[in-house]
């Protein structure tokens, strides 16, 4: 039996309606699933009307290409992917790569994990919105989503080295911030 999503439609018959361009089932889909996504978008975002405007071009492209979702995986996976793959997008667009080889050369040590286990998620959550967008971005390509430092470096158009010393660096402010919080 299909699982029922939210006002009697199932993810089958939402995916349809979106297909067929509905408006009701569009808005079903989108009540559903924003709220998960906007917390994607405001990981990698510089701020909260930046990870809007991320939710907004991800329901876009989810919309404009749900035709081709083809039921191998999770339906919510290939959302998430999508807006993993637009918050990159949008950090691409707005930064400028330069000064990253100086932080290529460097190394720090990684956050303590015990100390980060004693914060709640939306405190972390805080604190890695506080990193620099690049440092950030690196991050959560890294740690949350599980990207390689070399997918990193292909989707970011940066070296290896650079994905490897931003997330150390990234690593080691966040480590400052946690025990200042102490």
């Known amino acids: 039996m299909a699982e029922v999503l939210t006002l009697g439609y199932t993810q089958e018959e939402l995916i349809k309606g979106c297909v067929a361009g509905r408006r009701d089932a569009q808005e079903v889909l989108y009540r559903y699933y924003s709220s998960k996504m906007f917390g994607i978008c405001l990981r990698y975002a510089n701020n909260y009307h930046s990870g809007e405007d991320i939710l907004q071009e991800g329901f876009i492209k989810v919309f404009n290409n749900i035709d081709k979702y083809r ?34 050369k460097a190394s720090f040590r990684q956050v303590s994990e015990v100390a980060v286990e004693n914060l709640a998620t939306q ?14 971005t690196i991050f959560n390509m890294y740690i949350i989503e599980g990207y390689t430092h070399r997918e990193i470096a ?11 010393s931003q997330l150390a660096r990234a690593r080691a402010i966040l480590k400052k911030m946690i025990h200042a919080l102490d």
């Open 123 to 136: 405190d972390l959550l805080k604190l890695i919105q506080k990193l620099s967008p690049g440092y950030r």
């Open 154 to 164: 292909e989707k970011l158009d940066i070296s290896e080295g650079t994905s490897k």
């Open 71 to 104: 039921g191998d995986g999770s339906f919510e996976g290939w959302i998430k992917r999508i807006f993993i793959n637009t918050a990159i997008e949008h950090y691409r667009k707005s930064t400028n790569h330069t000064g990253h080889s100086e932080l290529e």
